[in-house]
């Protein structure tokens, strides 16, 4: 599903600052693969590189989502592909209706992809009802784009999205950040029902709670832009117990 | 800097030129008395000039020219224009001259509706008492005396007014059939207390346009003035809106301007009268060699009224755009609520915003606020939607219609705020 291979990025507005330092990971359709690490080791920027943010410069490696170049293509194009990236931190977007950006978003990935888009009436009903499993009323689909949405409701319309635009490879930055306990079961219940042979996750947290909720198949420890450890969901408890510290000094002895 | 009386001489100057080219159309005595009036305002403040302070953003020549120049006529290829939808009293204009031929029988229930040539011959008390009046009030603090022409000069313009609340708007519609013409036409407005008025305006006039529309809305009454200024490119014109607001009455005007060389639009509104309101918006959309002026003083002269300004310009590729808006709240205007906002979306380095915003206040308890932004489309908003699948156009049309969303917000009735918005959306996605 997606292939990274040795991805080096830097910093485009400054080449001093070189974040990625030779990332490479593999994940195979129905897997999920959680990356873990300490503040700044790249999580973001790697995410950012993969959805085709600007800013960033790649130097070196590849990236490809089922054979195709992933670092080739425009944002849109990525996403049409069936890439997904659920922010760290969702943009606000004052004007437009948060309804109407999902149905532009659905439709225009479907002519993309050459389907037929869906009618106003179809897509209602389909939205409705994923936004009742995240417990999204009414009012919030109104609403502009996360305009007023506090930090977990960002995070629900977040899977919300996910959930419609129904991605193959689904990328989840940080989504556990700024949740309670019930907000977490909620966005991990969203992930889960997502869950299927076809689909694949790379989930970033900070902490292992959220591991608790979405169980990895593969755990990566990302240290300063490069992957230092790599094992099972064992891995996550012990970052948890220990801290990165360890990791970090095996690594770099 | 020029010293002000050598300014004074000059702008006098020029305005004996004008008036020496041009005879003082015929009318009853009425309407000869206060062309007169008028013709000696001009005189004295003489022609605007750009080293005038309130024509410091915006040249005024073209408009104060003895001719006007050509402007060719805008292809709308079949597009139906705005409003076309709608159930109205359809008023049209060719050229700024009025056709009964196109137009409907100018009889709606609760509306008096004479075409101001008529008017002139006759005397409609009414008229007679608003004709000039507003326009000679707003000559103070600054001269306006593109308006005072008009009152002296113009000889087209409908007289209305309503005495109770119409089925349908009033819908005012200005095509052109020659590149060449040089328009003036002047409306009054009366809105009776208690009466409901809606009027439409759409069209590009002319190829140089001079308009006044003078409007008295008296105790309890409502006004909404909706106005879609045409799409022709190289046309000038200034466009005065004076407005005085009674008693609990109610003003909401919103304005759509695309293109054009230069389009002045001046607002001057009075609240008279104690809990009264003025709402007053625009949006436009300007590209190229664009010239986009939106000039407002809003008076509160009585307490507990409550004014609103919201403006929005997108401007690409040389345009520039122009906001002078005054709040000036006198002493006895007590409980004022003042907003103002005016936005720019500069949608390329080379467009320009240039914002003016004043407050005036000398009442103690009141509450004023304005902001003035200008920037760029935010590329996190753009990556955000480009990430969800939305191609790169359209993902920036859809930031610049949301841009402007609050200013077609200020329309009360949603299905003109749609029908604009639609029109729009059109507009920008064929310009790309
Ligand atoms: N746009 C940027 N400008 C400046 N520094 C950046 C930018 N993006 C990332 N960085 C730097 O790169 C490093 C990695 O950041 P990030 O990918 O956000 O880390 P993480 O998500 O793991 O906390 C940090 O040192 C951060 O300061
Ligand atoms: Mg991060």
Redesign the interface.
Same mark, same amino acid.
């Given at each position: 599903m997606l292939e990274i291979k040795n991805l080096h990025a830097e910093l485009e507005e400054d080449s001093e600052v070189k974040i990625l330092k030779g990332v490479s990971l593999s994940i195979k359709p129905g897997e999920v693969h959680a990356i873990m690490g300490p503040n700044g080791s790249g999580k973001s920027t790697l995410s950012y590189v993969l959805s085709g943010r600007d800013g960033y410069e790649v130097t070196e490696g590849s990236a490809t989502l089922d054979g195709a170049d992933l670092l080739e293509m425009d944002p849109e194009e990525r996403a049409a592909a069936g890439l997904f990236l659920a922010f760290q931190y969702p943009v606000e977007i004052p004007g437009v209706g948060n309804m109407t950006f999902l149905r532009t978003a659905v439709n225009a990935q479907r002519k993309a992809r050459g389907e037929e888009e869906l009618s106003a009436g179809d897509f209602l009903k389909v939205i409705r009802a994923k936004a009742k499993d995240l417990q999204i009323d009414a009012d919030m689909l109104k609403r502009p784009v996360n305009v007023g949405f506090s930090g977990g409701e960002k995070k629900r319309n977040e899977i919300l999205q996910m959930a419609m635009l129904e991605p193959k490879m689904c990328i989840l930055d940080e989504t556990d950040s700024g949740l309670d306990v019930d907000a977490m079961k909620l966005v991990s219940d969203g992930v889960n029902a997502l869950r299927d042979a076809g689909r694949s996750f790379l989930v970033i947290t900070h902490y292992q709670r959220l591991l608790d909720h979405i169980v990895p198949d593969v755990v990566h420890i990302l240290s300063e832009g490069r992957i230092i450890k790599t094992g099972g969901p064992e891995l996550a408890l012990e970052v948890e117990r220990n801290g990165y510290a360890d990791l970090m000094a095996e690594a770099n002895p | 800097m020029m010293p002000r009386a050598k300014l004074k001489a000059q702008k006098r100057d020029a305005a004996e030129v004008l008036l020496k080219s041009r005879a003082v159309p015929a009318g009853g005595a009425w309407i000869t008395k206060a062309r007169q009036a008028a013709l000696s305002r001009v005189s004295e403040m003489g022609l605007p000039n750009k080293r005038d302070e309130y024509w410091r953003y915006t040249d005024p020549r073209r408009l104060t020219d003895s001719e006007g120049q050509a402007a060719r006529l805008h292809d709308s290829q079949g597009e139906l224009p705005v409003f076309d939808r709608f159930d109205r009293l359809k008023v049209v204009f060719v050229d700024g001259v009025f056709d009964p031929a196109q137009s409907d029988p100018l009889a709606l229930e609760g509306v008096e509706i004479v075409p101001l040539a008529e008017a002139a011959q006759t005397d409609l008390h009414w008229a007679r008492d608003l004709y000039g009046t507003l326009e000679a009030r707003a000559q103070s603090p600054v001269e306006r005396a593109l308006a005072s022409l008009n009152t002296a000069y113009a000889t087209e313009g409908m007289l209305i007014r309503v005495t109770g609340k119409p089925t349908k708007p009033i819908s005012l519609i200005y095509q052109r059939s020659s590149e060449q013409a040089d328009a003036m036409v002047h409306h009054v407005v009366r809105v009776e207390a208690g009466a409901v008025a809606t009027i439409l305006e759409n069209g590009p006039m002319a190829a140089r346009f001079n308009q006044v529309m003078e409007v008295e809305i008296a105790e309890g009454a409502t006004f909404h003035h909706i106005r879609a200024q045409g799409r022709d490119h190289e046309r000038a014109g200034a466009a005065h809106l004076f407005v005085r607001v009674g008693v609990d009455a109610q003003l909401k005007s919103f304005t759509l301007t695309a293109n054009g060389a230069l389009i002045r639009n001046e607002a001057v509104i009075w609240l008279d009268g104690a809990d009264g309101s003025a709402h007053i918006a625009g949006a436009t959309v300007g590209d190229g060699a664009f010239h986009h002026d939106d000039t407002v003083f809003i008076n509160h002269a009585a307490p507990r009224c409550e004014s609103r300004q919201v403006f929005k310009k997108v401007l690409r590729s040389g345009a520039v755009g122009v906001f002078q808006g005054k709040i000036l709240v006198d002493q006895i205007a007590q409980l004022t609520d003042g907003y103002q906002i005016s936005q720019s979306l500069l949608l390329n380095e080379d467009a320009q915003f240039l914002a003016k915003p004043e407050l005036e206040i000398y009442a103690d308890d009141v509450k004023c606020s304005h902001g003035s932004t200008s920037g760029e489309i935010d590329?996190? =908003?753009l #990556?955000? @939607?480009? !990430?969800?699948?939305?191609? +790169?156009d =359209? !993902?920036k049309l @859809? @930031?610049v @219609?949301? #841009?402007? !969303? +609050?200013a077609l917000d200020e329309i009360a009735d949603t299905a003109y705020a749609e029908d604009l918005r639609e029109r729009l959306e059109a507009w920008l996605r064929r310009r790309g």
């Open positions: - | 590329p996190h =908003q #990556f955000y @939607l480009r !990430a969800r699948g939305i191609p +790169e =359209q !993902a @859809l @930031l @219609l949301s #841009f402007l !969303a +609050e």
